[in-house]
């Protein structure tokens, strides 16, 4: 069945794409949402003049997640966390953990963009991929620490070849 996006519908598509979709994800999820309407000669007529209009929105769109991909990279969190001698630590680290470590660092994410496998159940440095548009993914770097330690050495810094205390 052919559709025709009204939204931003993750893992399908973005406003004002023509899909072929399932009959029934059709009728029963973006037709009743709102998310989409039927793709009949008149409505791909009225999408051809509003086409501009969407073209526009997708590129400020992607603009946006382009600049917050920038501030994304810059960001290191650290979370401290209680943890055996090992490593492992007690609890885990899950989305939302991140999403309010974030918050504190005055970023705000949305928990269902991140594409946090697993919760993070040792010490260590991480990067957890965010997808801030279909077009954009970005990395937040994250340094899980055993409660009460400094923060050491920057985040996953590459040894420099003319250092001579490189390994």
Do not use: C
Not at 11 to 36: D, E, H, M, S, W
Not at 48 to 56: D, L, P, W
Not at 90 to 118: F, N
Request: proline share 5%; glycine share 6%; no cysteine.
């Amino acid at each position: 069945m052919e559709i025709i996006l009204t939204k931003d519908v993750d893992n399908l598509g973005l406003a004002g794409q023509v899909l072929k979709v399932a009959p029934g994800y059709a009728r029963n999820f973006l037709l009743p949402t709102g998310a989409a309407f039927l793709a009949t000669k008149g409505n791909l007529l009225a999408l051809a003049k509003k086409r501009a209009e969407f073209e526009t929105r997708a590129m400020s769109l992607k603009e946006a997640a382009l600049s917050q991909r920038a501030h994304i990279a810059e960001i290191l969190l650290v979370l401290a966390r209680k943890s055996g001698e090992k490593g492992k630590l007690y609890g885990a680290v899950t989305a939302q953990d991140l999403v309010e470590a974030a918050e504190a660092k005055g970023l705000t994410l949305d928990r269902k963009k991140l594409r946090l496998s697993e919760p993070i159940k040792s010490l260590g440095d991480f990067e957890v991929p965010i997808r801030l548009h279909p077009e954009v993914l970005a990395n937040l770097r994250v340094r899980v620490v055993r409660e009460g330690e400094e923060v050491a050495a920057p985040l996953m810094a590459a040894p420099d070849a003319d250092d001579p205390t490189a390994n």
